[in-house]
């Protein structure tokens, strides 16, 4: 009688903590069904690659939380998204499939975010009103703070997120981009999704402040910080960040802690910078099985939780053989959108 009081107190109290946050329970789900998304199509570019049958991937795994708890703010459509090259959760849910994806990570001319010109993940929705970025790091700042700044200028309702990694902070232009949006109190919320590692740089060795968050105060703007492996206060730390600069408070920043579970790329050797033991640790913290488990403490069955894995499996399947049966960039496209075209030329021809 005693456990099944306390499994009742517990299922309650969790139950509680989504609603707290006034998200209902098909919420919380759909949240999971784009973590586990993220982490299925993640794993399976990693091994295609491993397959020979893609060049490269970058992988997700572990910041799955950080990625759907922060983007559910979104307003999909209205507000402007500055990706990161890593953020294929956030980009899922504002808009973008996972054919689209394996477009990209297969490089097919029918990619509409480059037509197979660029790395995957270099994301670009002019309809969903994401913005592509370089994938040098740290350059979509100013670029985010562009964009808050034409939207106050327009007095449109709108304001921009700008995500990136914690490494994104140490270049020049995430200080300029965060020192002009506060001093002309610009909507825009830079996301930052700390998994502690700069490629294989450590975070103690690439800034002296123990949180990424703490540089706020230097431009005179809220910082917040939240657990990036637990979605629900990633969203509740996003979401009070977003109700300050969507009432016209001015620029916010919040910091995400998470971790990389994956190599940095699928051309990266970790083992040179972190232990099998430290990679342990922090996937006994795994994202996507700590919202499962909530889930299953909130009464949702293990039935439903099986078929949302067995549609998004043939669903992402699906999406590789369509992606795979798709022509390939032609040779002589590969200028397009590179140079002027229509120019005349020397000799007298037109480009």
């Known amino acids: 009688m005693l456990s099944r009081r306390y499994h009742h107190f517990v299922a309650v109290t969790a139950r509680a903590r989504h609603e707290e946050l006034g998200l209902s329970l098909e919420d919380v789900k759909a949240m999971f069904r784009y973590m586990l998304m993220t982490r299925m199509v993640s794993e399976r570019i990693l091994q295609l690659n491993r397959m020979g049958r893609t060049p490269f991937g970058a992988g997700t795994d572990g910041h799955e939380a950080a990625q759907i708890g922060a983007a559910w703010n979104i307003r999909r459509g209205k507000d402007w998204l500055v990706p990161y090259y890593r953020d294929m959760g956030v980009a899922f849910v504002c808009g973008v499939t996972p054919l689209e994806e394996f477009r990209m990570v297969l490089a097919k001319a029918t990619d509409e975010h480059s037509a197979g010109r660029q790395?995957?993940?270099?994301?670009?929705?002019?309809?969903?009103?994401?913005?592509?970025?370089?994938?040098?790091?740290?350059?979509?700042?100013?670029?985010?703070?562009?964009?808050?700044?034409?939207?106050?200028?327009?007095?449109?309702?709108?304001?921009?997120?700008?995500?990136?990694?914690?490494?994104?902070?140490?270049?020049?232009?995430?200080?300029?981009?965060?020192?002009?949006?506060?001093?002309?109190?610009?909507?825009?919320?830079?996301?930052?999704?700390?998994?502690?590692?700069?490629?294989?740089?450590?975070?103690?060795?690439?800034?002296?402040?123990?949180?990424?968050?703490?540089?706020?105060?230097?431009?005179?703007?809220?910082?917040?910080?939240?657990?990036?492996?637990?979605?629900?206060?990633?969203?509740?730390?996003?979401?009070?960040?977003?109700?300050?600069?969507?009432?016209?408070?001015?620029?916010t920043l919040v910091e995400l802690k998470c971790y990389r579970f994956q190599p940095h790329t699928s051309d990266d050797d970790d083992s040179r910078y972190r232990t099998k033991e430290e990679v342990r640790e922090?996937?006994?913290?795994?994202?996507?099985?700590?919202?499962?488990?909530?889930?299953?403490?909130?009464?949702?069955?293990?039935?439903?939780?099986?078929?949302?894995?067995?549609?998004?499996?043939?669903?992402?399947?699906?999406?590789?053989a369509q992606a795979e049966s798709e022509p390939d960039p032609r040779p002589e496209d590969a200028t397009r959108h590179v140079y002027a075209e229509g120019q005349p030329l020397p000799d007298g021809t037109r480009a």
Not at 156 to 161: H, L
Not at 190 to 205: D, G, H, K
Not at 283 to 299: F, N, Q, S, T
């Open 119 to 251: 790395v995957l993940n270099q994301f670009s929705k002019p309809k969903d009103r994401i913005v592509t970025r370089s994938v040098c790091v740290g350059t979509e700042f100013p670029h985010a703070v562009g964009l808050a700044l034409a939207i106050r200028n327009r007095k449109e309702p709108n304001i921009v997120f700008a995500f990136g990694g914690d490494a994104a902070t140490s270049p020049g232009d995430f200080h300029e981009a965060a020192n002009f949006a506060s001093v002309h109190k610009l909507p825009v919320v830079f996301v930052i999704e700390n998994n502690l590692l700069a490629i294989s740089t450590r975070f103690e060795w690439q800034m002296a402040t123990k949180n990424v968050a703490d540089k706020a105060s230097a431009y005179a703007m809220p910082g917040f910080i939240a657990d990036g492996m637990d979605v629900l206060e990633s969203y509740a730390k996003t979401k009070e960040a977003v109700a300050i600069t969507r009432s016209g408070g001015g620029p």
């Open 282 to 320: 922090w996937m006994a913290k795994d994202p996507v099985d700590h919202a499962r488990r909530y889930l299953l403490e909130i009464g949702t069955g293990e039935d439903e939780l099986a078929k949302i894995r067995a549609d998004l499996d043939a669903e992402i399947e699906a999406a590789i």
